[in-house]
């Protein structure tokens, strides 16, 4: 399976602090994205960075690309409790069709 | 504008019967994408539409699954004979054309209990 892995399944902070989410995955990528889903809401996309970028930022966001360990990590500095949801990593595979595999997800509660 | 629409948001359904899960996609998308997400899984693959070509059907799980996007628009996902594993939600996605690095938006997907 081309499934990525995310870790950790569960994270809980306090409000201010950061969260950072972790994926895996197993195959060469032509990009990586990460989504957010809020409780019985559809996703929403947040940021996509390319097999060949290291890093990327997006106001709170950083997300970094390590492709020799297959590796992705989404950080959130200054959590707070809007950013409690279910945080996906989707990879793109190198073949060209743009289909998604998505990782199993983090599941981030900010404590207010 | 409007973003992706599914319908219908709920479905339950006995097992045994087959089911119809509708997708209007963003004005002027090309791409049609619609995936499964099993409860406490991470979203799979199912079928994949670009303008006229052929769908890339491979993550169909069995050929109980059919899928249809006519006139290059609305997505229809079919299962018939439904069975209680495929209850999932399903969510579809659309991008301003196919290839890799486009965003893809989600629409807010249809929860699928089958009894």
């Known amino acids: 399976s081309q499934q990525g892995e995310e870790d950790p399944q569960a994270l809980s902070i306090q409000e201010g602090e950061n969260a950072t989410m972790n994926c895996s995955y197993k195959?060469?990528?032509?990009?990586l994205q990460w989504y957010r889903q809020n409780s019985g809401r559809g996703l929403v996309h947040l940021i996509l960075?390319?097999?060949?970028?290291r890093e990327k930022h997006s106001g709170r966001l950083r997300v970094t690309l390590d492709t020799s360990k297959k590796s992705s990590s989404l950080l959130i500095t200054a959590s707070r409790a809007a950013d409690t949801a279910s945080y996906f990593c989707?990879?793109?595979?190198?073949?060209?069709?743009?289909?998604?595999?998505f990782g199993t997800g983090t599941r981030l509660t900010v404590i207010p | 504008g409007a973003g992706v629409s599914q319908s219908p948001s709920n479905k339950v359904t006995e097992k045994g019967k087959d089911v119809e899960l509708r997708c209007d996609p963003i004005?002027?998308?090309?791409?049609l994408y619609w995936y499964r997400q099993s409860l406490g899984q991470g979203l799979e693959f199912l079928i994949y539409?670009?303008?006229?070509?052929?769908?890339?059907k491979s993550g169909l799980p069995s050929d109980r699954f059919s899928a249809e996007r006519t006139g290059g628009s609305v997505s229809t996902l079919t299962i018939q004979r439904t069975q209680q594993e495929d209850s999932a939600v399903y969510l579809c996605?659309?991008?301003?054309?196919?290839?890799?690095?486009?965003?893809?938006?989600f629409g807010p997907g249809t929860r699928l209990l089958v009894l």
């Open positions: 996605a659309s991008t301003i054309m196919g290839g890799s690095g486009k965003t893809q938006y």
């Open positions: 989707a990879t793109v595979l190198q073949t060209g069709a743009n289909n998604l595999f």
């Open positions: 004005s002027g998308h090309t791409a």
């Open positions: 960075i390319r097999s060949n970028e």
């Open positions: 195959t060469s990528i032509n990009n």
């Open positions: 539409f670009q303008g006229n070509s052929a769908p890339d």
